[in-house]
């Protein structure tokens, strides 16, 4: 039997209804969870942050690096008095290169000659005293210059020795002071004099007002004359007699000056002789000994031993002070440059020495430039807390100028900022 056809569609319209009609707890519980799933990414781009890596070139340079010590000469290594990796101070003796010369020979004549020429800088070259030159006849090259040496040594001492210097300072000095004694009783007998001649004249002219009034004869007044010009000749012949005595005074001070000039003169070439010999000596050290530069610690360039041979000019040690000053010059491009800022973490990777290997070195930025070192790049300055020891505690030597990539950790930054500035940029760009 056929169905109507009203009847179909009614019962159409009904299934289309049941199918279409979502249930209300669905659309409630789809509403809650697609909302928590959004909250959920919200919170999590919130919470999650990371911060951004700003790229740039390194070299390594520093302050109070260690310092290399090289050879002057080529010749065999004789005797080796460190161990690599030991403390070491300035001047310090570390090695003997062969040499004609005994070395503790030059050695101690050196030493003699300091305390020569502090003796004499002091004023007390009376105590100079000739060595045993028993003790110094393996002097190789040197033995010609410690002869001449040894001759203008026995001249000094000899000088000194006689006592003529101060023996005839000693007699000057007596007689300046007995002419200044003299000069003083001359200068006495003059006052004398001159009241003498002026009484005299006083009389005279007394005598001159009575003959003119006739109360005198002439004779007297005469006599009167003759007894003032008699007073006269002693006063002027203490004048001739002062004159005399200081310029015989001045000659004695002269010949003094002269005497002290002598012996500045002779102490002098003596004291030339010292430092001729001394600078002789500095250049065979220079030569044949290997010595300390400055205090730290000691690290073998290469294999170092006794009876090798070591050519001229060749390093031989490293010496480590005992505080080493790290740094590096980072150049950046402007391109995030606003990011970085005074006190971020730098990672650093030589590309002598591959990271995945040896492990980062981490620094500091210390200072960061006004201006751009040419139109495009900026200086940034960057300390290293940690040395040249990297994250796996491996330790990087020391090159002027070694080259590395950097990365700059700058601010964490939240994702959900990341995508509002994305966002933005990308509305900002159409």
């Excluded at 004779?219 to 007073?231: D, F, V």
Aim: charged letters at 20%.
């Amino acid at each position: 039997m056929p169905i109507p056809v009203n009847n179909f569609q009614e019962r159409s319209f009904d299934v289309q209804e049941l199918i279409t009609r979502m249930p209300s707890w669905m659309v409630r519980s789809g509403t809650i969870v697609i909302a928590a799933l959004i909250s959920i990414i919200i919170f999590g781009s919130w919470i999650v942050k990371y911060p951004d890596v700003v790229s740039g070139t390194f070299k390594l340079s520093g302050t109070n690096v260690p310092k290399g010590v090289f050879t002057k000469t080529d010749g065999k290594l004789i005797r080796l008095f460190v161990k690599n990796d030991s403390k070491v101070s300035n001047g310090q003796v570390l090695a003997y290169l062969e040499s004609t010369a005994n070395h503790k020979q030059v050695l101690d004549l050196d030493t003699l000659l300091g305390e020569m020429y502090k003796t004499i800088a002091n004023g007390g070259q009376g105590g100079i005293k000739a060595p045993d030159w028993k003790n110094f006849e393996q002097l190789g090259e040197l033995q010609m210059d410690v002869q001449t040496f040894g001759q203008s040594l026995v001249e000094f001492i000899s000088y000194q020795q006689g006592n003529y210097y101060a023996q005839k300072k000693r007699i000057l000095q007596t007689e300046i002071q007995d002419l200044q004694l003299l000069a003083e009783n001359l200068k006495s007998q003059q006052q004398f004099q001159d009241r003498d001649r002026q009484l005299a004249m006083e009389e005279y002219a007394t005598q001159q007002k009575l003959a003119a009034q006739r109360v005198i004869a002439p004779n007297e007044l005469k006599q009167a004359e003759s007894r003032k010009l008699s007073r006269l000749l002693p006063s002027e012949q203490s004048k001739a007699f002062i004159i005399q005595n200081n310029s015989l005074r001045e000659e004695k001070k002269k010949e003094l000056l002269e005497l002290d000039n002598q012996a500045l003169q002779h102490r002098a070439s003596f004291v030339q002789r010292v430092n001729t010999l001394r600078s002789a000596i500095n250049n065979w050290k220079n030569r044949h000994l290997i010595i300390a530069p400055l205090d730290g610690v000691v690290y073998f360039s290469t294999v170092v031993q006794e009876n090798q041979y070591l050519a001229a000019r060749q390093q031989v040690f490293n010496i480590a002070p005992p505080s080493n000053g790290y740094l590096g010059e980072l150049h950046l491009s402007q391109q995030n440059f606003g990011k970085v800022k005074i006190g971020q973490e730098v990672i650093i990777k030589f590309a002598s020495y591959p990271f995945e290997q040896f492990g980062h070195v981490s620094g500091k930025i210390t200072d960061i430039a006004e201006m751009p070192v040419n139109d495009s790049l900026f200086l940034v300055r960057v300390s290293l807390p940690n040395g040249l020891t990297t994250v796996y505690n491996n330790r990087i030597s020391y090159k002027a100028g070694l080259s590395a990539s950097a990365e700059i950790i700058t601010e964490d930054m939240r994702l959900l900022e990341r995508i509002f500035y994305n966002m933005r940029k990308s509305v900002a760009t159409r």
